[in-house]
């Protein structure tokens, strides 16, 4: 006869440290998805889009590729702002927060109008939307190394 103890919370699930880095993998693996589509699509799209159109075609793929390295450029800061965000919030925050900036960001440069349509505004837009996506990107990378780790069995993370 085989007994089975109830757990104490026996209708909620339970958060294990497997979801946590399963949670926490997929996290990253979009964040860095996204900076690869964006490195190829600013090779070959954004430079036709974002920038004049009576630019060399060199000078606009460097332009469009600036693009790319601004938001490596402020991940320093990203951390710098992060950080106490976490250590004041909790790390759940500072992960959803930076997931949400990622997301939002990225759709946003979906929905930019044009060069020809607004001029200058729109690598000024786009520029905004990368600074973004590279706070986020940073400011997700401390928060989501341990949070797998400190995942209890019982569900709880700090």
Same mark, same amino acid.
């Given at each position: 006869?085989?007994?089975?103890?109830?757990?104490?919370?026996? +209708?909620? @699930?339970?958060?294990?440290?497997?979801?946590?880095?399963?949670?926490?993998? %997929?996290?990253?693996?979009?964040?860095?998805?996204?900076?690869? %589509?964006? +490195?190829?699509?600013?090779?070959?799209? $954004?430079?036709?889009?974002?920038? @004049?159109?009576?630019?060399?075609?060199?000078?606009?793929?460097?332009?469009?590729?600036?693009?790319?390295? $601004?938001?490596?450029?402020?991940?320093?800061? !990203?951390?710098? $702002?992060?950080?106490? *965000? !976490?250590?004041?919030?909790?790390?759940?925050?500072? #992960?959803?927060?930076?997931?949400? #900036?990622?997301?939002?960001?990225?759709?946003?440069?979906?929905? *930019?109008?044009?060069?020809?349509?607004? +001029?200058?505004?729109?690598?000024?837009?786009?520029?905004?939307?990368? %600074?973004?996506?590279?706070?986020?990107?940073?400011?997700?990378?401390?928060?989501?190394?341990?949070?797998?780790?400190?995942?209890?069995?019982?569900?709880?993370?700090?």
């Amino acid at each position: 006869m085989s007994s089975t103890a109830a757990s104490p919370q026996a +209708g909620t @699930p339970q958060k294990t440290p497997r979801k946590a880095a399963l949670a926490a993998w %997929v996290g990253s693996a979009l964040e860095y998805y996204d900076f690869a %589509v964006y +490195g190829t699509a600013a090779a070959l799209v $954004i430079n036709h889009l974002f920038f @004049p159109k009576d630019a060399s075609p060199g000078v606009a793929i460097l332009l469009s590729m600036s693009t790319v390295g $601004i938001a490596y450029v402020v991940r320093p800061l !990203g951390a710098l $702002i992060m950080g106490p *965000l !976490g250590d004041r919030y909790g790390r759940r925050f500072v #992960m959803m927060l930076t997931l949400f #900036m990622m997301g939002g960001a990225t759709f946003l440069v979906g929905c *930019l109008p044009t060069y020809d349509q607004v +001029g200058l505004l729109a690598p000024a837009l786009l520029v905004l939307c990368r %600074v973004i996506q590279g706070l986020s990107a940073s400011g997700n990378r401390p928060p989501r190394s341990p949070y797998p780790l400190n995942t209890q069995r019982n569900g709880t993370a700090p």
